[in-house]
C-alpha cells in the first residue's frame, strides 16, 4: 500500500521561506513522477511543479519561485521557496504517480497525501 505524507506547513510571514516534505512509504520514489498540487480555500487543486523520475522538472504559474527538490534515498521529496505572499496561502498537497512520466495534472496522479496548510500572513 503506498503511503504518502506531507510536513512543513504552519503560519509563515510575507516575504518567508517554504520547506515542505514530503515521504514516500510502499513503492521505490526514484522510479515514478511526482507532483506538488496547492488548493486554496474554495477553488480547484492546481498543480505547483511536476518532476518525472529522471528529474525533470515542470513548474506551472503558481509554481514560479519555487524549487522540488528529490531525494530518492531516503524516499523523499521537497518543496522549497522563498519571497512567500499571501496568495500563497493554500493547502499544500505531494501526489506521485504509477508511470515515470506523466502529464502535470491532479488527474495524472494516482497516490495523495492529505496536505499541508500553509497560510502567508500579510
Known amino acids: 500500500q503506498v503511503q504518502v505524507m506531507e510536513s512543513g506547513g504552519g503560519l509563515m510571514q510575507t516575504g518567508g521561506s517554504l520547506n515542505l516534505s514530503c515521504i514516500v512509504g510502499?513503492?521505490?520514489?526514484?522510479?515514478?513522477?511526482m507532483g506538488w498540487f496547492r488548493q486554496e480555500s474554495g477553488k480547484e487543486r492546481v498543480p505547483v511543479a511536476c518532476?518525472?523520475?529522471?528529474?525533470?522538472t515542470t513548474y506551472s504559474a503558481q509554481g514560479r519561485g519555487f524549487r522540488v527538490v528529490r531525494d530518492n534515498d531516503k524516499n523523499m521529496v521537497f518543496l522549497e521557496g522563498d519571497s512567500l505572499k499571501p496568495e500563497d496561502t493554500a493547502t499544500y498537497y505531494c501526489?506521485?504517480?504509477?508511470?515515470?512520466?506523466?502529464?502535470?495534472?491532479?488527474?495524472?496522479?494516482?497516490?495523495w497525501g492529505h496536505g499541508t496548510q500553509v497560510t502567508v500572513s500579510s
Open positions: 501526489a506521485v504517480s504509477k508511470y515515470g512520466f506523466t502529464a502535470c495534472s491532479a488527474s495524472s496522479m494516482n497516490y
Open positions: 510502499g513503492l521505490n520514489l526514484r522510479d515514478y513522477a
Open positions: 518532476d518525472s523520475r529522471i528529474g525533470q
